[in-house]
């Protein structure tokens, strides 16, 4: 008897359009199981995993769009989706640092539709990793190779979400890829300091999905340089204080 998640995976790859001999071979089960799972009488009454919104008929709105909304912005920063497994494994970086942080993560990816949220201790930083095989179905821009170097493009519904709920979406992004540090000046001898964010991220895609989720909520921003998007504007600073802040 098999695990149900590889029955889940194959119907979920047969419904991509993977091509039969890959599936069985992927998933490293003989032609047969796979061929009775996906063509076999009992076939049609094999329901599929009812946690993932994208695979229900139809697709329905997800569950906890506030966690989706911030676990999009850090995959985007931190994310990785590994999908050559048995089970898709979900992995975000964190600074070791911010436990805050990392339980906000984990309980996102929960919140999402895994079951459970594991850690794996690496030098300086904790990758909150979680096997689920629904993860391509949220996060469809997965594909080898690094993110930067891809064209990173969001669905329809995941950009509603992330608009919908821009403000979840952008403490993702810059408790990822973002930091809010004491900015020093001297000033005719007098020293200042205040507080501003950048964004950092090699991807240009990203970056403009980035100023778009800003000028949502009207607050200022411009490139520092290519890769680094600054907000320094005191106004625009402390609308950002109020929802994402320092890293916790
Ligand atoms: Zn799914």
Known sequence: MH????????????AAG??????????????????????????????IDKRCPRCDRPPRAMDDPRAYAYL???YLGDGHLLTTQRVPLLTV?????????????????????????GFQERTGCVAVRAHWTHWPCLFPQHGP???????????????????????????????????????????N???????????????TDIMALCGRA??????AWRMARPDTLSVARREAVARLDQFVGPKW
């Open 3 to 14: 695990p149900p998640y590889l029955r889940e995976r194959a119907i979920q790859l047969h």
């Open 93 to 117: 970086t964190c600074d070791m640092r911010y436990p805050g942080l990392i339980h906000e993560v984990s309980y996102a990816m929960e919140a999402c539709g895994a079951r459970t949220a």
């Open 189 to 203: 001898g007098r020293r200042y300091a205040y507080p501003r964010y950048t964004f950092v991220n090699k991807s």
């Open 214 to 219: 800003l000028d949502l909520r009207a607050i």
């Open 72 to 74: 999009l912005g850090q």
């Open 18 to 47: 993977v091509p039969f001999s890959e599936i069985h071979r992927r998933l490293g089960l003989s032609r047969n199981t796979v061929g009775g799972w996906l063509y076999g009488k009992r076939a049609a009454r094999i329901k």
């Open 145 to 187: 190779g690094v993110k930067h170097i891809r064209k990173i493009e969001l669905a329809g519904w995941q950009q509603e979400v992330a608009d919908v709920h821009v403000v979840r979406f952008l403490r993702g992004l810059f408790h990822s890829d973002g930091s809010r540090f004491a900015n020093r000046v001297v000033v």
